[in-house]
Structures are given as structure tokens and as C-alpha cells.
């Protein structure tokens, strides 16, 4: 298997001469701003995503809050636990990286594993957006634009063919998704725990609701009031 995408007249070195390719002709700070996107920048941007889709669910005090941090939690422990699904696949296919066996390419990135297939950086990112997805649409539908724009940066640089991009894509997506369930129904107790912590409740919920009864019940004693104050006399 580690001969895969040798020859040039495969379509997968076809698509990676062709982004890669755009590399030659952009500016060197162009190139330079896609290293560092495709490095940290989008998984920085995807963080702080996931960070932000946090503070939105804790400021709302929804009731469903606990399941949503809860989910969320799950976000980055996927990413985490595709990666580390990966590295047994890695070492599997050992594919190596598109520069060792292909020539002129512009390689804005080096280091890293030497096996490319499947890619670590599309797992990951992957990974997050699809658990983003399952706690909020919206800031779902973010990270999977970030996510994608991460795979572009990874053929770009040179580092990866598109099949390892999409192989990324695909892993991640499938840790997320099929595990969701189990880490959800372990993680929401843990969140609804932390909810009716009087300090750390803050974490899942910023606002609290007052229960209906809860707020008669003061009513009543402040009506009561008076009445005791003029027995008092």
C-alpha cells in the first residue's frame, strides 16, 4: 500500500500538482500566511470557535445548556481520540509524503510524521467540526468551513495528496458521530452536576431560572409582611 498515487497519471497527483501548483505563483507572504493557516491558524480559529459557541450556550441558560456544554466537551476529546485512532492506520499504509516520491513540488511545510495517509490535521479538524455540528447547527456549519479550508492548506503546502486529506475527513467525521452518543450520555450527568454547583454551575449556565413556585412562594411572605408587623403593634 505504500505505493499508492506513484504514478503522474494518477488523478490524486493530478489535484495535488494543480493546488500545490498555485503555491509557485502566488507571492511569497501569500505562501507564507497558507503555512501558518494550515500549521496553527485554523485550528487556533477552530478553538476559539468551539470557545465562543461555549460562552453563546452559557449566556442563553437554555434548559437543554447542560446537554450542549456537554457535547461540546465531546468536540475536542474527538479530535484528540482520532488522532490517536490514527497513528496504527498511519504506520498501516505507509504512504509516504508526496514529496518523497514526486519531483517540483513547492513543500512550504516540512517535518511532522513521515507517513502521510491519513492526515492528522484533517482528522482533527474534522473531528471538532463534526462535534460542534452536534451542539449547535450553526457554529457547526463554521467548523466545517474551517475544516475544509484546513484540508486546501494541507494540499497547498505540499504536505498531503487529497485522499489523505479526504481519508482525514473521513475518520474524523466517523469518531465524532459514532461515539457522540455514548459521550453524551456520559458527559451530560457530569455537565448537570456541574450545573447545581453553586460556583462552578457558571460553567454551564450563566443565568439562572427561578422557579415558578419558588418566586409565589417570596410573594406570599412579602404580602405577609404587614399583617405580622400590625399584630406586632
Not at 101 to 112: A, F, P, T
Amino acid at each position: 500500500m505504500a505505493g499508492l498515487a506513484v504514478s503522474g497519471s494518477n488523478p490524486d497527483v493530478d489535484l495535488l500538482y494543480d493546488i500545490n501548483g498555485l503555491a509557485k505563483d502566488a507571492p511569497h507572504w501569500f505562501d507564507r500566511l497558507m503555512a501558518f493557516a494550515g500549521q496553527y491558524g485554523l485550528l487556533l480559529a477552530m478553538v476559539l470557535l468551539v470557545l465562543w459557541c461555549w460562552w453563546s450556550v452559557r449566556r442563553s441558560g437554555g434548559e437543554d445548556a447542560a446537554s450542549s456544554v456537554a457535547a461540546l466537551v465531546w468536540a475536542p476529546l474527538a479530535a484528540g481520540l482520532a488522532v490517536l485512532v490514527n497513528v496504527p492506520i498511519r504506520g498501516f499504509v505507509g504512504r509516504p509524503r508526496p514529496s518523497v516520491d514526486h519531483q517540483g513540488l513547492d513543500v512550504l511545510v516540512s517535518g511532522g510524521p513521515v507517513h502521510s495517509f491519513v492526515s492528522d490535521h484533517a482528522a482533527l479538524m474534522m473531528a471538532m467540526a463534526a462535534g460542534l455540528f452536534v451542539a449547535n447547527r450553526k457554529f457547526g456549519l463554521a467548523g466545517l468551513g474551517l475544516a475544509f479550508a484546513e484540508g486546501f492548506c494541507r494540499v497547498f503546502v505540499g504536505a498531503h495528496y487529497p485522499t489523505d486529506v479526504i481519508g482525514g475527513f473521513a475518520l474524523g467525521t466517523a469518531v465524532a458521530l459514532l461515539l457522540s452518543p455514548l459521550a453524551t450520555a456520559l458527559l451530560t450527568p457530569l455537565a448537570k452536576a456541574v450545573e447545581r454547583s453553586p460556583r462552578a454551575g457558571r460553567l454551564i449556565r450563566a443565568k439562572r431560572t427561578v422557579a415558578p413556585e419558588t418566586v409565589i412562594s417570596g410573594a406570599r411572605k412579602e404580602a405577609d409582611r404587614p399583617g405580622e408587623r400590625d399584630l406586632a403593634a
